[in-house]
């Protein structure tokens, strides 16, 4: 019986197909899955937004009682408003992580390191406001079963727990925002140009005075709330929310946006 033998087809040089040429459909496949920069630049003004109307109301309204009532343990019934605050701090940890990785896709382009590092930043960030909640989520319960129990040890319980909150609330909100939304988005915005260089700005100058307004509460060098609190958290605030603003009613700048683009499109193949 004859044996038949195949043998692999033999491309000649000339006819070898360029390797850039086979990488560009690839390229322009993943180009073409890539979800557009001034949506991204939308959903993140939005996001940053949210972050404000979910943290403003508990911390101006829905926890004072609880903050700030050394005899908030000893009240009867649940506190709705201490719910709600707990509700919409959840929804501004989703916001917040939510930020981050709508910004990755854009500023990994410009530096890939840093873009990481600031998704891992608002990671710990919501990490500590979780504490924050579940903090005076356990005050809430300790308060339904207080009927009964020494008053004394409930209210250095209830210290205990709102102690942590306070911590927590700087070490997240306050120091590791200096470093992500301060120091490190500060630093990508000013570089990438996506926005007027102006508002990065902010963001440069009010990270460090975060960073140093934390560090000073940690040492005893200032009070909690006092005149400087204000003022080490101002830049940080008017950074984020004119981000939040400008990014929802403007986009990125296009000119940068286009530029990058350029920068990492695949060079057309040599026809000579």
């Keep these: 019986m004859a044996t038949i033998t195949m043998s692999p087809l033999s491309i000649s040089e000339g006819e070898r197909v360029p390797e850039a040429n086979q990488r560009a459909p690839i390229q322009a496949a993943r180009r073409g899955l890539q979800t557009d920069p001034q949506f991204l630049a939308r959903l993140t003004g939005v996001l940053f937004l949210v972050t404000f109307a979910t943290s403003i109301p508990p911390f101006v309204s829905l926890y004072v009682p609880a903050l700030k009532d050394p005899t908030y343990v000893l009240g009867v019934g649940r506190d709705l408003g201490l719910s709600w605050g707990a509700l919409l701090e959840m929804i501004l940890i989703v916001a917040n992580i939510g930020t981050a990785i709508a910004l990755f896709p854009v500023l990994r382009r410009r530096n890939e390191a840093l873009a990481l590092g600031y998704v891992t930043v608002r990671v710990i960030e919501s990490v500590f406001i979780a504490v924050g909640i579940l903090s005076l989520l356990a005050l809430g319960t300790l308060r339904l079963g207080a009927e009964g129990a020494d008053s004394g040890a409930l209210q250095v319980v209830a210290s205990s727990l709102v102690a942590m909150h306070d911590w927590s609330f700087l070490l997240g909100p306050a120091f590791i925002v200096g470093i992500g939304n301060g120091l490190i988005l500060g630093y990508l915005m000013w570089t990438s140009r996506l926005i007027p ?76």
């Design 197 to 272: 260089r102006a508002l990065p700005v902010l963001g440069l100058v009010g990270g460090p005075a975060l960073l140093v307004f934390a560090a000073a509460v940690m040492f005893g060098a200032i009070e909690p709330g006092s005149t400087w609190q204000v003022i080490a958290t101002a830049p940080e605030f008017f950074w984020e929310l004119s981000l939040g603003i400008w990014l929802m009613l403007k986009g990125f700048n296009k000119s940068a946006v286009e530029a990058r683009r350029r920068s990492i499109s695949p060079s057309a193949p040599s026809t000579s």
